[in-house]
């Protein structure tokens, strides 16, 4: 048929837990894995309700849970990439289908995330967090005759641009009370760089800002991070506190919305006491 079609593809892996068949463990030797990079003093710099964020579900906090059990950290790593590869094939099997039925090369393809995985960094299992590792997803973008084949931006871009991405390569009309951006002229031409920078939050007044070389935090106290992605991928080191830097995080603050809708099942608000 000619006909116009949508699928909607869903994977649960590599959610947890972790599971897959016994072939796709057996190629990360878990004596040989890159694991992360975890320093000592890696929380003596995260705000009070960064610490919160990064405990976890359990009674002593995950870290310390996880520690407690020989090569569980290393299991986890192991069982993560094992998940990773498994789903993978699975969206190969996908592709392989498209490309015998003679549509690929008038199908537009998207494939991402929900949200990133913390494995250890900031000491910290699964996501909810505002850091890097939660917030980052995996986002693919195939447009027939528009795509810059094969290429890959480093500009960030929100998953609510999905929505007018779509809209745009099909040629339908825009819809105004979408707040994300048409992504068409970045999958088109990667060079080109993203109209502002992503927002992020986590339970109410809790904001992180991602540009293309900061990411800035502003937890509902007050507290802040800021960390310099040129040279701190990882971000160990919070720059929030150096004068130097006032300007950066004023100018990524005008992104934070001064007002934010109040959490569900809230009627009122003050101060900090919710009125039901």
């Not at 790593?77 to 592709?95: H, M, P, S, T």
């Not at 031409?189 to 920078?197: E, F, I, L, Q």
Request: net charge negative.
């Amino acid at each position: 048929s000619n006909s116009p079609f949508f699928l909607a593809v869903g994977f649960i892996r590599p959610h947890v837990p972790y599971t897959a068949p016994e072939k796709y463990f057996e190629k990360f030797n878990i004596d040989s894995l890159i694991m992360p990079d975890v320093p000592e003093d890696e929380m003596s710099d995260i705000p009070l309700f960064g610490k919160t964020f990064a405990y976890g579900a359990s009674d002593k906090g995950d870290w310390w849970e996880v520690q407690q059990v020989p090569n569980a950290h290393r299991e986890l790593v192991q069982a993560y990439l094992a998940a990773i590869n498994f789903v993978d094939e699975q969206i190969g099997k996908v592709i392989d289908a498209l490309e015998k039925s003679g549509k690929m090369d008038n199908t537009i393809i998207v494939l991402y995330g929900d949200h990133g995985q913390h494995l250890g960094e900031k000491r910290h299992f699964r996501k909810q967090t505002l850091w890097e590792e939660a917030t980052r997803v995996p986002l693919f973008i195939r447009i027939p005759r528009a795509t810059d084949i094969g290429k890959r931006s480093n500009t960030p871009v929100s998953l609510l641009d999905i929505y007018p991405t779509l809209v745009d390569a099909c040629g339908l009309p825009e819809n105004e009370k979408n707040e994300g951006h048409s992504l068409v002229p970045i999958v088109s031409d990667t060079r080109k760089k993203s109209a502002c920078p992503v927002l992020s939050c986590w339970y109410y007044k809790n904001f992180a800002v991602r540009s293309e070389e900061w990411r800035y935090i502003l937890y509902r106290d007050g507290s802040e991070e800021l960390y310099d992605h040129r040279n701190d991928q990882g971000e160990h080191v919070n720059l929030a506190n150096d004068p130097r830097y006032e300007e950066v995080k004023a100018e990524l603050r005008k992104y934070i919305p001064e007002n934010p809708a109040l959490p569900a099942g809230s009627k009122q608000f003050e101060g900090d006491k919710y009125q039901r």
